[in-house]
């Protein structure tokens, strides 16, 4: 075969699409989504080459094959930047105990909440953990998602963190999805673990530089919280891992103020998770450091709705607003993206397109990974969503709340849905 014909082979044109959002990198007043209509999309090697106006597609591409999406929505393929979709069991029994008024921080003091889990999730084997999140990553590959960050954080020792770390490895060929993981063994102290201290000088000294070596991580994250890590404790594992490389994430202010959000913003994490009790000080900070928000209202709303991070604030302060299910079988267990966009919109007060960003290209910020997935710009992988017919405007996502509208997925150039 000659090289122009498989060349020919590779290249596909997506037309007839009477809206598409491209979600451009970076936002103007004018055109957050970067809309443009009777779009069409060239794809050649499972990336995105051309797109714009059908009236205006360059000329070369005049003989490839045509997919004609019968003048449809589209959007680029929705991006989950925090979950933690690997574990066993569930939490059944915590949901009744806090519906009868029990805290999430008394049941976790308890010895239950994310200890319960730990104790489901290192019963199980590699393959059984991947097991167990595939349906999941399967049921949100069909409500559009096609990127999603995975956090181990169940395992609590060497042995079973860097058996959660290898089953999500195990997932990347398993699922269509494009997968980042990320370390999470500072989620609480376990509870055969007397020292708090030896601990994180376990995950210094022989965590990190064992899943560096497999290469088994992109990130590593702590959960800065009282009950969970402290801000000096969080500084040492985070320190240690940015000298390794690894991109550094926290979850933080989610439950009470404890300065672990100033922190991400001095180690310039590429986000800071939650929020909800951050300072304007606080934002500030992140805003200087370009460290991403994200905000998990679903979390939030699950544990009682205490304090939401308003958007007001954030977008006043000047800090790129990212959105994730946080998808967990305590806190937060959905795993539709939609209606997160929803409850940004009417409990954080964020703009449709401003929602709308944050499950696509300032997801893809929060995951260092601006330009490859979440937008459909040139060289961006070619992962889309066209919606049903009846759609005629993308902000019809957070708009429909938890009603996701959507009839064709595309991951690569390929149908997956
Ligand atoms: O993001 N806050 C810590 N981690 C999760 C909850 C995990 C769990 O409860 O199992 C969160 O909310
Ligand atoms: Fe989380």
Redesign the pocket.
């Known amino acids: 075969m000659t090289k122009s014909k498989k060349d020919t082979r590779q290249t596909q044109r997506f037309c007839g699409l009477s809206q598409l959002s491209t979600m451009p990198v970076t936002s103007s007043d004018e055109d957050p989504l970067g809309i443009i209509e009777d779009a069409t999309i060239i794809v050649e090697n499972e990336t995105v080459r051309w797109v714009g106006p059908g009236a205006e597609e360059p000329q070369q591409y005049a003989d490839i094959p045509t997919v004609d999406l019968g003048g449809r929505v589209a959007l680029p393929g929705l991006v989950d930047c925090?979950t933690?979709v690997v574990?066993g069991g569930d939490?059944l029994e915590d949901f009744g105990r806090r519906t009868r008024g029990m805290t999430?921080e008394e049941i976790?003091a308890a010895g239950g909440?994310?200890h319960t889990?730990v104790n489901h999730t290192r019963a199980l084997d590699e393959q059984e953990m991947a097991d167990a999140a595939r349906p999941r990553l399967q049921r949100m590959l069909a409500k559009g998602i096609t990127t999603v960050e995975i956090k181990s954080?169940?395992g609590l020792s060497h042995t079973h963190e860097l058996r959660m770390l290898r089953s999500i490895q195990r997932l990347k060929s398993q699922v269509p999805q494009r997968l980042v993981s990320t370390f999470?063994g500072a989620?609480v102290v376990p509870k055969e673990v007397s020292d708090p201290a030896e601990y994180v000088d376990t995950i210094i000294t022989k965590m990190l530089p064992d899943i560096q070596a497999e290469k088994l991580a992109d990130f590593v994250d702590v959960?800065c919280?009282s009950g969970?890590f402290d801000v000096d404790s969080c500084r040492r594992i985070l320190e240690s891992a940015r000298d390794m490389g690894f991109g550094l994430k926290l979850?933080a202010e989610?439950?009470g103020w404890t300065g672990g959000t100033h922190l991400g913003a001095e180690l310039k994490a590429t986000s800071v998770?939650?929020v909800d009790h951050a300072s304007d000080e606080d934002l500030a900070a992140l805003a200087a450091a370009g460290t991403v928000a994200v905000l998990?209202p679903s979390?939030t709303l699950y544990?009682g709705g205490q304090s939401f991070p308003r958007a007001e604030r954030f977008r006043k302060a000047g800090v790129s607003m990212a959105l994730a299910t946080?998808c967990?079988?305590?806190?937060?267990p959905t795993e539709d993206l939609g209606l997160v966009a929803s409850l940004g919109c009417a409990v954080l007060g964020m703009t449709p397109e401003e929602a709308l960003r944050g499950i696509t290209v300032e997801a893809a910020r929060a995951l260092n990974l601006v330009g490859e997935v979440g937008s459909l710009v040139p060289g961006a992988r070619a992962d889309f969503i066209v919606l049903d017919e009846d759609v005629r405007d993308v902000r019809e996502i957070p708009y429909r709340m938890g009603c996701d509208r959507i009839s064709q997925i595309f991951v690569a150039g390929a149908p997956v849905h």
């Open positions: 925090h933690h574990y939490r999430y976790l909440g994310i889990t954080g169940y999470l989620h959960f919280e969970a979850h989610q439950l998770d939650h998990l979390a544990l946080d967990n079988p305590g806190s937060s």
